[in-house]
């Protein structure tokens, strides 16, 4: 008695198929487009994340200041 799988299970011997399946719908789009349509897009999660980073600085509010020679000039946006 040989030890293979047909013998053991009652499995038939399988030839693999070496095929490339032809694009579907759902591989043929993306969900987020490109170039800068892209970034301002929904979908994208970096969309998101400056959308926050926007609204956290512009609450916190930005202050700099530059010092040139013996001058200094400085500004700010918001409470700094």
């Given at each position: 008695?040989?030890?293979?799988?047909?013998?053991?299970?009652?499995?038939?011997?399988?030839?693999?198929?070496?095929?490339?399946?032809?694009?579907?719908?759902?591989?043929?789009?993306?969900?987020?487009?490109?170039?800068?349509?892209?970034?301002?897009?929904?979908?994208?999660?970096?969309?998101?994340?400056?959308?926050?980073?926007?609204?956290?600085?512009?609450?916190?509010?930005?202050?700099?200041?530059?010092?040139?020679?013996?001058?200094?000039?400085s500004a700010s946006v918001g409470q700094a």
């Amino acid at each position: 008695m040989q030890y293979t799988a047909s013998n053991l299970y009652g499995a038939t011997p399988q030839t693999p198929s070496y095929g490339v399946a032809a694009p579907t719908a759902g591989m043929a789009t993306d969900d987020i487009a490109s170039g800068w349509k892209g970034l301002f897009d929904p979908n994208n999660p970096l969309m998101w994340l400056g959308a926050i980073l926007l609204i956290t600085v512009g609450a916190a509010g930005v202050a700099g200041s530059v010092r040139l020679g013996r001058g200094r000039v400085s500004a700010s946006v918001g409470q700094a």
